[in-house]
């Protein structure tokens, strides 16, 4: 009897489904035949965007009613830097969660002794803040600054990238950041020209997360 391919579930916790395409995109690398199988789904039922607080909050009992329902699957991923529901997701099943915002972070510091997060915008800082204390990180914290995007313009934007750049710029040379973390799942696909242009470390959250769902799911084996 052939052995059943574990699986990863990576959700988009918006219902914009270019921002889950572009995901996927950058994804495929991982999704090598003998590891487990990288799954990509947006939230139809969540907002276009995920912009405010009360974006926030609207998709925490959708999310945690997929991980409870999706036995089926060995790892979650959720794909927004403001990790929502994560805590409650991991209630709500004895498989693992892995938050982007968290795993990013993680990756940044083993890449650089001070991180630097680009926000999609202003109203998303503080919110980011309040986690990085709650993970006791803030001496390692340089600075959160906005690129003042939408989650849209993030996956689809002509001058996005222009716009990162400038934010990176100033988290490299005015908050002497070393290491920098892109605050969205949809700033993905700019992540390997700006590293090259910006000269430090970007980290894809994304990626950082579902790499330690990969290693978590086959050290299980």
């Given at each position: 009897?052939?052995?059943?391919?574990?699986?990863?579930?990576?959700?988009?916790?918006?219902?914009?489904?270019?921002?889950?395409?572009?995901?996927?995109?950058?994804?495929?690398?991982?999704?090598?035949?003998?590891?487990?199988?990288?799954?990509?789904?947006?939230?139809?039922?969540?907002?276009?965007?995920?912009?405010?607080?009360?974006?926030?909050?609207?998709?925490?009992?959708?999310?945690?009613?997929?991980?409870?329902?999706?036995?089926?699957?060995?790892?979650?991923?959720?794909?927004?830097?403001?990790?929502?529901?994560?805590?409650?997701?991991?209630?709500?099943?004895?498989?693992?969660?892995?938050?982007?915002?968290?795993?990013?972070?993680?990756?940044?510091?083993?890449?650089?002794?001070?991180?630097?997060?680009?926000?999609?915008?202003?109203?998303?800082?503080?919110?980011?803040?309040?986690?990085?204390?709650?993970?006791?990180?803030?001496?390692?914290?340089?600075?959160?600054?906005?690129?003042?995007?939408?989650?849209?313009?993030?996956a689809t934007g002509?001058?996005?990238?222009?716009?990162?750049?400038?934010?990176?710029?100033?988290?490299?040379?005015?908050?002497?950041?070393?290491?920098?973390?892109?605050?969205?799942?949809?700033?993905a696909s700019h992540?390997?020209?700006?590293?090259s242009k910006i000269?430090?470390?970007?980290?894809?959250?994304?990626?950082?997360?579902?790499?330690?769902?990969?290693?978590?799911?086959?050290?299980?084996?």
């Open positions: 009897m052939p052995i059943k391919r574990q699986q990863i579930m990576v959700i988009n916790p918006n219902s914009n489904n270019n921002v889950t395409d572009a995901m996927a995109k950058e994804l495929k690398s991982f999704n090598f035949s003998d590891g487990p199988e990288i799954i990509c789904m947006s939230l139809p039922q969540g907002p276009f965007g995920i912009e405010s607080d009360a974006d926030v909050e609207s998709v925490k009992l959708p999310l945690r009613n997929i991980v409870s329902k999706r036995i089926d699957m060995d790892a979650f991923v959720i794909a927004c830097y403001s990790d929502p529901g994560l805590q409650l997701c991991r209630e709500a099943t004895d498989r693992p969660v892995f938050g982007i915002q968290e795993c990013g972070v993680l990756v940044a510091m083993t890449q650089g002794n001070r991180f630097g997060v680009i926000a999609l915008q202003e109203n998303s800082i503080r919110r980011h803040l309040i986690y990085i204390k709650q993970m006791g990180v803030i001496g390692r914290f340089a600075k959160e600054r906005a690129a003042n995007l939408s989650v849209e313009e993030c002509i001058k996005t990238f222009e716009k990162l750049f400038s934010v990176a710029q100033q988290l490299r040379d005015e908050d002497h950041a070393d290491t920098i973390i892109l605050g969205c799942a949809g700033m992540r390997s020209r700006l590293e000269g430090i470390p970007v980290i894809d959250p994304v990626k950082a997360a579902v790499s330690m769902a990969m290693h978590t799911v086959i050290s299980k084996n």
